[in-house]
């Protein structure tokens, strides 16, 4: 019965991932924006139904929305990413910048939704959604490169601070992320698969807010002097979210599976360190003055397919078979 009802969660997944197909990309970039919009408006919306249906027990009607919300995703970073790929032009790239805002702005925001699915969620949708987390995880620090090498490119001057902005944007608000997914992985309910996902994922997104920081810094010079405090306030709060972050990991330590537990320590001391060192470097940050801070509403950016960044990290140690 067990396996039978496996078998029916990974047809609803199929099933979702099927819902929507791959069109032509649009031709202008107003009416790809657009159609950015309409698949991660779309995406959230088929998240939120799965959330319902999980936390119901209708796991293989939820499966297939989160199946849905998934292709909704991936339609929208392949848009996204053929803007990327054709802009030749600064307003082409100023184009492409804001679609990859909204697509990141989507993804960062599934992050932890994602991750509360894995109580409810069936094995076999858990080991999926872990895997989706990981990879918006990944995105979005493939985003900060993407937008940075769009601004050097060259932009209009009035897409500059916006494209400064988006790049702070994406680079906070991680470490209230990081609490969520280290509960996740000391949960009893979430397999030692799905935990040592969490934990890659974990360290994936601290790393990327270190290397965000040598982005931020290299745009200080490029922007207005407005948004340059803009930066320096998120480089603080970068600091402090490494400090959190680490505090977090350390507490839900001790509930997680060992393997995973001894690599996830491992990221918590680095990440304490990478906050000592940020604040001995940087001076006390800018009072926040509202001309140019991280704009959460405008979002983050996204990013193209290209895969992670660089420096992937390994992860812990190879996990047990499946089923564990």
Do not use: C, N, Y
């Amino acid at each position: 019965m067990v396996r039978h009802r496996s078998r029916m969660i990974g047809a609803a997944l199929a099933v979702g991932a099927l819902v929507a197909s791959p069109g032509v990309a649009s031709a202008h970039p107003a009416a790809a924006i657009a159609s950015v919009e309409a698949h991660t408006d779309r995406a959230d919306a088929a998240l939120t139904q799965a959330t319902s249906l999980f936390a119901a027990g209708r796991d293989a009607r939820g499966a297939t929305a989160f199946g849905r919300s998934r292709s909704e995703t991936g339609l929208a970073v392949a848009e996204a990413a053929k803007l990327v790929r054709r802009a030749d032009t600064p307003p082409e790239r100023a184009a492409a910048a804001r679609a990859l805002r909204l697509v990141a702005t989507a993804r960062a925001k599934q992050i932890p939704d994602l991750v509360r699915l894995l109580g409810p969620a069936e094995a076999t949708a858990e080991r999926a959604i872990a895997k989706a987390a990981l990879a918006d995880a990944r995105g979005r620090d493939t985003a900060i490169g993407v937008l940075s090498a769009l601004l050097t490119k060259g932009v209009p001057a009035g897409a500059k601070v916006g494209i400064g902005r988006a790049i702070a944007s994406l680079s906070v608000d991680r470490a209230d992320e990081v609490l969520v997914e280290a509960q996740a992985a000391a949960s009893t309910e979430v397999s030692a698969a799905s935990a040592a996902t969490l934990a890659t994922t974990i360290d994936i997104t601290l790393r990327g807010q270190v290397r965000a920081t040598a982005v931020l810094t290299a745009l200080k010079g490029r922007l207005p002097a407005a948004a340059s405090k803009g930066l320096d306030r998120a480089l603080a709060a970068i600091a402090d979210e490494q400090q959190d972050a680490s505090e977090a990991i350390d507490s839900a330590v001790p509930g997680m599976p060992e393997s995973v537990a001894e690599f996830v320590a491992g990221v918590a001391d680095r990440a304490a360190s990478e906050a000592a060192g940020m604040r001995e470097s940087r001076p006390t940050a800018p009072a926040p003055t509202g001309d140019g801070g991280p704009e959460t509403s405008s979002g983050p950016p996204a990013e193209t397919p290209s895969g992670p960044p660089a420096e992937t990290p390994s992860g812990p140690p190879a996990r047990s078979p499946a089923g564990s």
